[in-house]
């Protein structure tokens, strides 16, 4: 069964950290790029990060550009994000997605498979 599995969500203060981990089974990262989005109540589905398959190609969202961090481990089959100095604004639900041939990376048509997602939630 092919599936992506999110996790590492949950409640912090403002200011503080989570790491995301995003779990592929039933086939190889190694070919995908890998995405991070996040839908806050009431808003659309909008683009945080993208690590490209191959060539190291990485791109933030200027929203979290130097607080978060994306990175992938092919060996064990997982794309992570760490996210730093949270703040309220950055609340919202977490999904992780993969693409095989990504062309605009924060097109939500352009992945192939999604996370059922992760609910993070920075509030004092």
């Known amino acids: 069964q092919v599936q992506l599995v999110e996790s590492g969500g949950g409640l912090v203060q403002p200011g503080g950290s989570l790491r995301l981990s995003c779990a592929a089974s039933?086939?190889?990262?190694?070919?995908?790029?890998i995405a991070w989005f996040r839908q806050a109540p009431g808003k659309e589905r909008e683009g945080v990060s993208y690590?490209?398959?191959?060539?190291?190609?990485?791109y933030y969202a200027g929203s979290v550009k130097g607080r978060f961090t994306i990175s992938r481990d092919n060996a064990k089959n997982t794309g992570y994000l760490q996210m730093n100095t949270l703040k309220p604004e950055d609340t919202a639900v977490y999904y992780c997605?993969?693409?095989?041939?990504?062309?605009?990376?924060?097109?939500?048509?352009?992945?192939?498979?999604w996370g059922q997602g992760t609910q993070v939630t920075v509030s004092s």
């Open positions: 997605a993969a693409g095989g041939w990504v062309r605009s990376w924060y097109g939500i048509s352009e992945y192939d498979y």
């Open positions: 690590i490209s398959s191959s060539d190291g190609t990485i």
């Open positions: 039933g086939f190889s990262l190694v070919n995908y790029a």
